[in-house]
């Protein structure tokens, strides 16, 4: 090898590796870039999954409804849920809510939302092939705290030691006389357990 030959080598061998290098930060620049654009769609598309949920939430009142009063009424009802912090499956995640079967906190993982009802994924198939139906309908204004804590309490020992599954929910009605929104608590049972249930609930009366 003379000279020109060997300088002729080295020149070829930095232009290969300059190519390399090239090619190696297009591949992971444009990466990078695809990764940004999916996590901005996300993003576009969390924001209107919430938005969609937030109108389908309203619709479901009257539209003459106040939508801040009913935005009150709501954190009214979450601030007295009292959320464990994390899912009753995985010690590590956050609980974003309970399931109305078994009153348990979970993430978001193990939750799934069925009309305006949270069931854990583990009970949906209790939840969808049941025969549900509403067994009482108690105006908050009217219900003793303590019928309330009773009732929160059966719920959870006939769950726990009989495997009934009793949902207790709140819901809104407008009082047009009044002009205000009325808040109810609402006993759902399967219908195969409506009589038992009737029964362990003798002391609302
Ligand atoms: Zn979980």
Known sequence: LNNEQLIFVLVAILLLITLVVIGVLVYFGHRFLRLKELERLNQIQKSTKETMEEIQDLKQVDKTVDPELLKALRAKHKDTEHLASVCVDHPDEPAVKRCAISGDPFCEHCITRQN???????????????????????PDHKTEHDVKTRLSKMKSDLWK?????VIIQSNYKINVE????????????????????????????
């Open 116 to 138: 305006d009802t949270w069931v854990a994924r583990k009970y949906l198939d209790l939840f969808l092939d049941s025969d549900w139906e509403e067994l009482m309908m108690l």
């Open 178 to 205: 009044e002009d205000e929104i009325e808040s109810y608590t609402v006993v759902v049972v399967r219908q195969e357990d409506r009589n038992y249930v009737k029964k362990e609930l003798s002391f609302v009366h």
């Open 161 to 165: 030691k009989k495997g009934i599954p």
